[in-house]
């Protein structure tokens, strides 16, 4: 199966490069024959790809170290869940995994619009297929996933026990859904570039691409941030990490984007923005691959053998110049001749919505890339921390939510202050109500905890500001359709789907802004040692250290667990058990956290250290509000399902457009 | 010969086949892809255009409706949409009944005027 596997990768990168070619000479020559010939192309890739996914996990489940991939990341005692994920654990493997995605995207894009002669569908294709044979490229000559080792061992090496996780079986495939749907929206943006198609029809093409692209990465990056909350025993979820940071940045873009396209669709300006938007997009998914694979950064994250650097900075500098020469020749026909009715509109507070969001992502990008260059250029190795993306993005991010809050009390195209002040002085009261009750209870001690109270006002400003929308729009609707409120409810957002779900997905990223601040500025911890016995206090919660005892999980992992009695009020409310296990070949322990949480706060503990007189050292963090970042998770979700919901009205008026189109442009009337 | 090698060669020759059929055997001669006509374009454009001016008036009822906007900007925002509106859907009917009447080519002037 390995010689299937690993020819099988060799034929997709043959088929993809000829359909890649064949898909440019049909559409360039109008020429059905090679176009029915291309057409095949996007199955065969992707059974080929699937083959060799297939053999790689038959591989992984049947303990063939003949691999030096499955000798690598996986051994006879791993689960066979972390054997499944241990597919993307290595840098060959999570190659093999991308190829696979993307192939399978190309595979979807091409039966979505095979019956469709569009000219700028081949191209779109090419360009799939074009970004497939990197991937494949890369597979067959410089990571090869099936690499034999001459004399198999007996056993391998295993899974980094970091990865043995639940969260990393779901967080790797979410943000990679995320990076490579981008690829989507790219391939028609420089379709529309080839063919000048450079319409509205693109965006239309790639809307619903864009928002569950945007969806899967912004959730792999929650998914994420969870995993490091409950593996990396830090007592945090992110640390503005490179390649945290690296997988942020194409969500901030897109995000940007999303917005932007609004302003396209409804002024028909902005083009030249829209389409630099979602190269930048596509260009920052491979940024943030560059990161992770080429080894010029240390982080958690990064592959072991980061070597593949300089083809992804070929690649990147490649996209990033037939990007700019293609926008810059179509500039003429991207040129729009609207403008903004007035700086006081909804469409003005996209723009600085925008200005915010590019600003956030260039911090982002700058902190990333300075120690770098500042390697390169002085020698110096410089680490950019926390604090200065704290120092920078915490602000433009106060801004940001500022603005989420004022976008739907803002009429489109033009507002007036009397009416501004009939629509703000709501949300704005429940505001300053909310800020009065809290500025007693809440310190206000350092620039920290000023951010957070000002956060918290804020919050409260955009959830009225929404909800004062959906009642607003409710008995609007109720009046004028005669419905019960409820039904005009429902009716309201089915009509309108976008809008609310949007709403729905702003209330979701308030939560998630709501367990930040509070979570940044109020948390604490303390660390202590301990003998059977000792007591601990943190916020209201006293921990009794009651016990440790060695466990024999498996033939190569045994658990040291620690056990203390939670005590709230006088009363036993939990036990803890934090853990260290110990893997059999590898050099450190790894600590598994206990956490109890609830909607106010979670208390986190971690065994950091124990001796043989069973005394041992316990850190415990009190974490405000953090499950609130995963509610928001959830509350994104359901409200991204509300916005990428087929929509009738919109399929009825592309079908009676194209109807018109026919009728008119028929070629019987030629 | 392997089974492995057969198997390979066995796919091989089946993909060839797949992708050589159109190539090598009768196809009727049609073009698969209609070119890019910027006559159509712009009326395919136009037609968005409509629907976008539409859906901004009714938006902007529902921006009257629930206090966004004041009597006076709705009124002169609904002028000026409905302006929009007239000389879009003015622009569609020319186009058709230009194309109807004489083809392309004076419809291109229409546009380029």
């Given at each position: 199966?390995?010689?299937?596997?690993?020819?099988?990768?060799?034929?997709?990168?043959?088929?993809?490069?000829?359909?890649?070619?064949?898909?440019?000479?049909?559409?360039?020559?109008?020429?059905?024959?090679?176009?029915?010939?291309?057409?095949?192309?996007?199955?065969?890739?992707?059974?080929?790809?699937?083959?060799?996914?297939?053999?790689?996990?038959?591989?992984?489940?049947?303990?063939?170290?003949?691999?030096?991939?499955?000798?690598?990341?996986?051994?006879?005692?791993?689960?066979?869940?972390?054997?499944?994920?241990?597919?993307?654990?290595?840098?060959?493997?999570?190659?093999?995994?991308?190829?696979?995605?993307?192939?399978?995207?190309?595979?979807?894009?091409?039966?979505?619009?095979?019956?469709?002669?569009?000219?700028?569908?081949?191209?779109?294709?090419?360009?799939?297929?074009?970004?497939?044979?990197?991937?494949?490229?890369?597979?067959?000559?410089?990571?090869?996933?099936?690499?034999?080792?001459?004399?198999?061992?007996?056993?391998?090496?295993?899974?980094?026990?970091?990865?043995?996780?639940?969260?990393?079986?779901?967080?790797?495939?979410?943000?990679?859904?995320?990076?490579?749907?981008?690829?989507?929206?790219?391939?028609?943006?420089?379709?529309?570039?080839?063919?000048?198609?450079?319409?509205?029809?693109?965006?239309?093409?790639?809307?619903?691409?864009?928002?569950?692209?945007?969806?899967?990465?912004?959730?792999?990056?929650?998914?994420?941030?969870?995993?490091?909350?409950?593996?990396?025993?830090?007592?945090?979820?992110?640390?503005?990490?490179?390649?945290?940071?690296?997988?942020?940045?194409?969500?901030?873009?897109?995000?940007?984007?999303?917005?932007?396209?609004?302003?396209?669709?409804?002024?028909?300006?902005?083009?030249?923005?829209?389409?630099?938007?979602?190269?930048?997009?596509?260009?920052?998914?491979?940024?943030?691959?560059?990161?992770?694979?080429?080894?010029?950064?240390?982080?958690?994250?990064?592959?072991?053998?980061?070597?593949?650097?300089?083809?992804?900075?070929?690649?990147?500098?490649?996209?990033?110049?037939?990007?700019?020469?293609?926008?810059?020749?179509?500039?003429?026909?991207?040129?729009?001749?609207?403008?903004?009715?007035?700086?006081?509109?909804?469409?003005?507070?996209?723009?600085?919505?925008?200005?915010?969001?590019?600003?956030?992502?260039?911090?982002?990008?700058?902190?990333?890339?300075?120690?770098?260059?500042?390697?390169?250029?002085?020698?110096?190795?410089?680490?950019?921390?926390?604090?200065?993306?704290?120092?920078?993005?915490?602000?433009?991010?106060?801004?940001?939510?500022?603005?989420?809050?004022?976008?739907?009390?803002?009429?489109?195209?033009?507002?007036?202050?009397?009416?501004?002040?009939?629509?703000?002085?709501?949300?704005?009261?429940?505001?300053?109500?909310?800020?009065?009750?809290?500025?007693?209870?809440?310190?206000?001690?350092?620039?920290?905890?000023?951010?957070?109270?000002?956060?918290?006002?804020?919050?409260?400003?955009?959830?009225?500001?929404?909800?004062?929308?959906?009642?607003?729009?409710?008995?609007?609707?109720?009046?004028?359709?005669?419905?019960?409120?409820?039904?005009?409810?429902?009716?309201?957002?089915?009509?309108?789907?976008?809008?609310?779900?949007?709403?729905?997905?702003?209330?979701?990223?308030?939560?998630?802004?709501?367990?930040?601040?509070?979570?940044?500025?109020?948390?604490?911890?303390?660390?202590?040692?301990?003998?059977?016995?000792?007591?601990?206090?943190?916020?209201?919660?006293?921990?009794?250290?009651?016990?440790?005892?060695?466990?024999?999980?498996?033939?190569?992992?045994?658990?040291?667990?620690?056990?203390?009695?939670?005590?709230?009020?006088?009363?036993r409310i939990w036990t803890a058990r934090p853990e260290k296990e110990?893997?059999?070949?590898?050099?450190?322990?790894?600590?598994?956290?206990?956490?109890?949480?609830?909607?106010?706060?979670?208390?986190?503990?971690?065994?950091?250290?124990?001796?043989?007189?069973?005394?041992?050292?316990?850190?415990?963090?009190?974490?405000?509000?953090?499950?609130?970042?995963?509610?928001?998770?959830?509350?994104?979700?359901?409200?991204?399902?509300?916005?990428?919901?087929?929509?009738?009205?919109?399929?009825?008026?592309?079908?009676?457009?194209?109807?018109?189109?026919?009728?008119?442009?028929?070629?019987?009337?030629? | 010969?392997?089974?492995?090698?057969?198997?390979?060669?066995?796919?091989?020759?089946?993909?060839?086949?797949?992708?050589?059929?159109?190539?090598?055997?009768?196809?009727?001669?049609?073009?698969?892809?209609?070119?890019?006509?910027?006559?159509?374009?712009?009326?395919?454009?136009?037609?968005?255009?409509?629907?976008?001016?539409?859906?901004?008036?009714?938006?902007?009822?529902?921006?009257?409706?629930?206090?966004k906007v004041s009597n006076e900007d709705y009124e002169s925002l609904r002028?000026?949409?409905?302006?929009?509106?007239?000389?879009?859907?003015?622009?569609?009917?020319?186009?058709?009944?230009?194309?109807?009447?004489?083809?392309?080519?004076?419809?291109?002037?229409?546009?380029?005027?």
């Amino acid at each position: 199966m390995n010689d299937i596997g690993e020819f099988t990768l060799m034929v997709a990168l043959a088929t993809a490069l000829y359909g890649t070619v064949a898909y440019v000479m049909s559409a360039r020559g109008n020429r059905i024959d090679l176009y029915l010939s291309a057409d095949k192309i996007p199955l065969i890739t992707w059974a080929c790809v699937m083959i060799s996914s297939i053999a790689l996990w038959k591989a992984l489940f049947t303990n063939d170290f003949s691999l030096q991939y499955v000798y690598a990341y996986s051994n006879i005692e791993l689960d066979y869940f972390y054997k499944f994920s241990s597919f993307w654990g290595g840098q060959k493997g999570s190659l093999l995994f991308w190829t696979l995605l993307l192939s399978t995207y190309t595979l979807v894009v091409h039966f979505q619009n095979r019956k469709k002669s569009l000219i700028v569908v081949p191209y779109a294709m090419a360009v799939l297929l074009g970004v497939t044979v990197f991937f494949l490229f890369l597979l067959n000559f410089s990571t090869n996933p099936f690499e034999r080792i001459p004399l198999p061992p007996a056993d391998g090496r295993g899974l980094n026990p970091l990865l043995q996780n639940y969260w990393m079986v779901i967080h790797p495939p979410t943000l990679y859904l995320g990076y490579v749907g981008f690829t989507v929206p790219f391939a028609y943006a420089m379709a529309g570039l080839i063919t000048k198609s450079l319409d509205d029809s693109w965006i239309r093409l790639t809307r619903k691409w864009t928002v569950v692209s945007w969806f899967f990465l912004c959730m792999g990056n929650l998914f994420g941030a969870s995993w490091a909350y409950v593996e990396l025993g830090w007592g945090g979820y992110w640390a503005w990490d490179p390649v945290e940071n690296a997988a942020f940045m194409p969500l901030i873009i897109a995000t940007a984007y999303l917005h932007s396209v609004m302003i396209q669709e409804k002024k028909d300006m902005m083009k030249v923005w829209n389409m630099s938007l979602v190269l930048l997009t596509f260009v920052m998914t491979i940024f943030g691959t560059f990161i992770t694979r080429s080894g010029l950064i240390q982080s958690v994250h990064t592959f072991d053998e980061a070597t593949l650097g300089y083809y992804f900075l070929g690649f990147l500098f490649f996209i990033i110049a037939v990007c700019s020469v293609m926008i810059v020749w179509r500039l003429p026909l991207l040129k729009s001749k609207n403008e903004l009715d007035s700086f006081l509109s909804r469409e003005a507070s996209f723009l600085f919505n925008n200005l915010l969001l590019l600003g956030i992502g260039f911090a982002t990008f700058w902190g990333t890339i300075f120690p770098i260059i500042s390697e390169a250029v002085r020698g110096i190795k410089i680490t950019v921390g926390p604090p200065f993306y704290n120092q920078v993005n915490v602000p433009i991010g106060l801004a940001l939510l500022a603005l989420i809050g004022i976008g739907p009390v803002i009429a489109w195209r033009r507002a007036t202050w009397s009416n501004l002040k009939k629509n703000f002085h709501k949300p704005v009261a429940v505001a300053l109500v909310g800020g009065a009750v809290l500025y007693p209870i809440l310190p206000l001690s350092n620039r920290s905890e000023i951010y957070t109270f000002i956060a918290f006002i804020l919050c409260m400003f955009v959830t009225s500001s929404i909800l004062l929308e959906f009642f607003k729009g409710t008995m609007a609707r109720s009046q004028s359709h005669e419905e019960t409120t409820v039904g005009a409810l429902g009716s309201m957002i089915w009509h309108n789907k976008r809008r609310y779900g949007g709403y729905v997905v702003h209330i979701g990223v308030v939560m998630i802004y709501a367990g930040i601040a509070a979570s940044q500025s109020y948390g604490t911890h303390i660390e202590k040692r301990m003998k059977i016995g000792d007591t601990i206090e943190i916020s209201d919660y006293m921990l009794r250290y009651e016990k440790i005892a060695a466990v024999q999980a498996t033939s190569v992992k045994t658990r040291i667990i620690a056990q203390l009695a939670v005590e709230k009020d006088g009363r036993r409310i939990w036990t803890a058990r934090p853990e260290k296990e110990f893997y059999k070949g590898q050099t450190q322990p790894v600590s598994e956290v206990d956490v109890r949480s609830t909607l106010a706060s979670d208390l986190y503990v971690i065994l950091a250290d124990f001796s043989e007189d069973d005394s041992a050292t316990i850190k415990v963090y009190y974490n405000p509000m953090v499950s609130w970042l995963w509610m928001g998770g959830w509350v994104i979700a359901l409200g991204t399902m509300v916005c990428a919901w087929p929509d009738r009205l919109e399929q009825r008026r592309r079908l009676e457009r194209l109807k018109r189109q026919e009728i008119v442009f028929s070629p019987a009337q030629e | 010969m392997s089974f492995i090698h057969f198997i390979e060669l066995l796919l091989i020759a089946g993909i060839m086949v797949a992708v050589g059929i159109p190539l090598f055997g009768k196809l009727p001669k049609t073009r698969p892809f209609s070119e890019v006509d910027p006559v159509e374009e712009a009326f395919k454009h136009l037609l968005v255009r409509k629907e976008e001016v539409l859906l901004a008036i009714k938006e902007l009822e529902a921006d009257l409706q629930t206090d966004k906007v004041s009597n006076e900007d709705y009124e002169s925002l609904r002028n000026k949409l409905e302006g929009e509106a007239m000389a879009i859907l003015e622009k569609i009917d020319t186009l058709e009944k230009d194309k109807r009447k004489s083809g392309k080519s004076s419809a291109k002037n229409l546009l380029l005027a």
